[in-house]
């Protein structure tokens, strides 16, 4: 195949995924009461349809990724981009800094909706940005630390069905502590495991709760490019969803980082303020996975050894991971 062919695919990827994906974390946008959809409606014979087709062109994808990797320009990049693997911890560390000192200046932590209350938290904030300035192995662990407990803090308020949202922090404070030890290899991996993980439950939200979505459609003029608002919120569900699964199977990580991180930033000229509060961590991280590729990651699908057999794997294993997400998230909403 052609190098044409392979450029397109990518381009055409990056034009459906843009517009969307404007509305991850939904919540942050609209003040209207979630209404829970029936599992019956959920369950339309469309998103059965497109159930049933993305996991196929999933498990075709992967079939086409070694031809795709042998592109020279692809490899050219891949090994740019290489010789940056040594700043990814400083990166991210500094970057989670400058994170929560933009949430603390605005009154909030972790995201846009949960203010800080309580000055004791606000000042545990600011000791955390200290010690993770501070270039010394120790304050960084140190710093880690009060971040969990300060994710543990609002857990106990928010409840545990409302952070899961937000458990790519944990994954952050994970990389954050592990690093420097017997246990550093596993800081990125763990890190694309829990925002891989965070996008898939934020995703299940536009189906279990689509009239917010619907909502900020209408009330911020999202084109829909002729869809019906209904399915429009169905298939940017569905999108978000795949990408956040191929993060956790690593699968075009570098592709999707990037694609990403366009895609927040023009979000930014949608909603303003709120985006960049909310979503500048997980721009931190896409940084990250633009830089480090996957590496270190050996993927499921080497497992099996044969084309058929891989194309079966992801095609079983994407509607199992979908119909999991989508019976807890049902289960425990409200």
Request: net charge neutral; aromatic share 16%; glycine share 6%.
């Amino acid at each position: 195949m052609s190098k044409f062919f392979y450029i397109l695919t990518a381009l055409l990827f990056f034009i459906l995924c843009t517009p969307l994906l404007t509305e991850a974390h939904v919540k942050w946008f609209t003040e209207v009461t979630p209404k829970k959809e029936t599992i019956e409606h959920i369950l339309s014979p469309m998103f059965m349809i497109v159930s049933v087709g993305v996991a196929l062109c999933l498990a075709l994808l992967t079939q086409f990724l070694p031809y795709f990797e042998k592109i020279k320009t692809v490899h050219a990049v891949d090994a740019f981009l290489d010789r940056y693997r040594i700043s990814s911890r400083h990166i991210l560390k500094y970057g989670t800094a400058l994170a929560l000192l933009i949430q603390v200046l605005s009154g909030t932590i972790f995201a846009p909706e949960f203010a800080i209350e309580n000055q004791l938290v606000r000042i545990s904030i600011w000791v955390t940005i200290i010690l993770l300035i501070i270039p010394i192995h120790y304050a960084t662990k140190i710093g880690a630390s009060i971040l969990f407990v300060l994710f543990f803090y609002q857990l106990a308020k928010s409840g545990l069905f409302h952070m899961l949202d937000y458990g790519f922090y944990l994954a952050i404070i994970g990389v954050l502590l592990v690093g420097g030890t017997k246990l550093d290899n596993w800081g990125f991996p763990f890190l694309y495991l829990g925002t891989g993980l965070s996008l898939c439950w934020v995703a299940v939200e536009k189906w279990v709760y689509p009239a917010m979505s619907i909502y900020i459609i209408h009330e911020h003029d999202v084109p829909t490019f002729g869809f019906a608002p209904e399915t429009f919120v169905v298939i940017a569900a569905f999108i978000e969803f795949v990408v956040g699964y191929l993060l956790i199977v690593g699968i075009l990580n570098r592709l999707l980082a990037f694609v990403l991180t366009l895609i927040f930033i023009s979000t930014t000229m949608l909603f303003g303020t709120t985006e960049i509060i909310g979503h500048f961590m997980i721009h931190i991280v896409l940084i990250i996975f633009i830089i480090e590729g996957i590496s270190f990651y050996d993927p499921p699908l080497k497992i099996h050894k044969t084309r058929i057999s891989q194309i079966v794997f992801v095609f079983l294993n994407f509607i199992f991971t979908l119909a999991t997400f989508l019976l807890l998230y049902y289960r425990f909403a409200h």
